[in-house]
């Protein structure tokens, strides 16, 4: 998908939910593809293959919310796409990952938060575009190599941990990166 939303704050209270909006569609290409998609389906249940096991588009009345569209037209399956699509809810790309001179970037390739010592973000939403796919797997190797990243910081090793994490503490916030000014007054 080519849409993109938005997360804001709500207020300064970290206990007030933040704003969120999918920004479903916002992108005109996103229904496009739908549309397309829903085409192809409909000439997959038309082969031999289909019909022999009995497949048959429901036809019998139009889509509740669509009735106002020319059945079967390409406005009606844009309406269709707009009134039944859902999520699984995986979003990704909140906090996306990039150089410092990006003004959209929230985390670097070490997946530290700009200006935020001591904070990572190690998620699904470090992505900065969604993979095609389902974001199980990229989102395990996301965690396993923060895990890493997380350990090599403080040392590597579990043994004689306390020493370690006072003497690299102050290291680490003062090696913390900040974000780039990329204006030009």
Request: glycine fraction near 8%; hydrophobic fraction near 35%.
């Amino acid at each position: 998908p080519k849409s993109r939303g938005t997360v804001k704050l709500r207020s300064s209270n970290p206990y007030d939910k933040p704003i969120f909006n999918a920004g479903y569609f916002t992108h005109p290409e996103d229904i496009k593809v739908l549309v397309e998609g829903v085409k192809i389906a409909l000439a997959m249940a038309q082969t031999k293959a289909f019909t022999r096991l009995g497949s048959k588009f429901w036809d019998e009345i139009p889509m509740p919310g669509c009735e106002d569209t020319n059945l079967w037209s390409d406005e009606y399956w844009t309406c269709m796409s707009r009134q039944y699509t859902t999520t699984i809810y995986h979003h990704a790309g909140i906090a996306k990952m990039g150089p410092p001179t990006d003004p959209q970037s929230v985390v670097n390739h070490q997946l530290k938060v700009y200006g935020v010592p001591r904070l990572r973000v190690i998620d699904a939403s470090i992505m900065p575009t969604i993979v095609s796919g389902n974001t199980n797997a990229p989102v395990i190797m996301i965690a396993e190599k923060g895990a890493d990243m997380i350990k090599a910081d403080w040392g590597g090793g579990y043994e004689d941990s306390r020493v370690r994490r006072r003497r690299r503490s102050s290291d680490q916030v003062g090696s913390w990166p900040c974000k780039l000014n990329t204006e030009h007054d």
